[in-house]
């Protein structure tokens, strides 16, 4: 039995957070800045879930600023998006919608399914660990350059 048309989520979040690592590194001063980031994010969604973490990430501004932020706010409301029929992310121009569409879509999202939102939880927080060890592979080239 062949499983091509199943996508592997692994591979998804690995590749979704080696993105928000890549993207990031335009907006952060060092390395270090990305991986604080993310560390405190990944607490966030561990400890409060998904709304507490989408909450954080505004409250730093992630709407509206091009930084780490938005970045990671962006890349993995994009990731829920590819497992739900609820769109986050302006098909048109590739950004996320705005803030109240956002949260009222959100809402709708954790108001679906319970095992949904432990999946989609599952998935951030895997895709934010993998950007963790990109963005540390990233610490560790740039004591190399020095």
């Known amino acids: ?32 800045d990305i991986k604080n980031s993310i560390q405190k994010l990944l607490g966030i969604l561990q400890e409060d879930g998904i709304y507490a973490f989408t909450v954080y990430l505004d409250s730093e501004d992630g709407f509206n600023n091009r930084k780490i932020e938005n970045v990671v706010l962006k890349r993995s409301l ?22 109240n ?6 809402e709708d999202f954790l108001s679906e399914d319970i095992d949904k939102i432990f999946f989609a939880k599952d ?20 004591k190399e350059e020095e």
């Not at 998935?123 to 610490?139: D, G, P, Q, S």
């Open 1 to 32: 039995m062949s499983d091509k048309g199943v996508e592997n989520i692994d591979v998804k979040c690995a590749k979704v957070g080696r993105e928000i690592v890549e993207e990031s590194t335009q907006y952060a001063a060092k390395t270090s």
């Open 78 to 99: 994009g990731l829920l998006q590819g497992y739900s029929e609820i769109e986050f992310i302006n098909k048109r121009n590739g950004d996320l919608k705005n803030e």
């Open 101 to 106: 569409q956002v949260y009222a879509k959100l």
């Open 123 to 142: 998935m951030i927080e895997k895709t934010l660990i993998y950007a963790r060890y990109h963005a540390k592979a990233l610490n560790e080239l740039d």
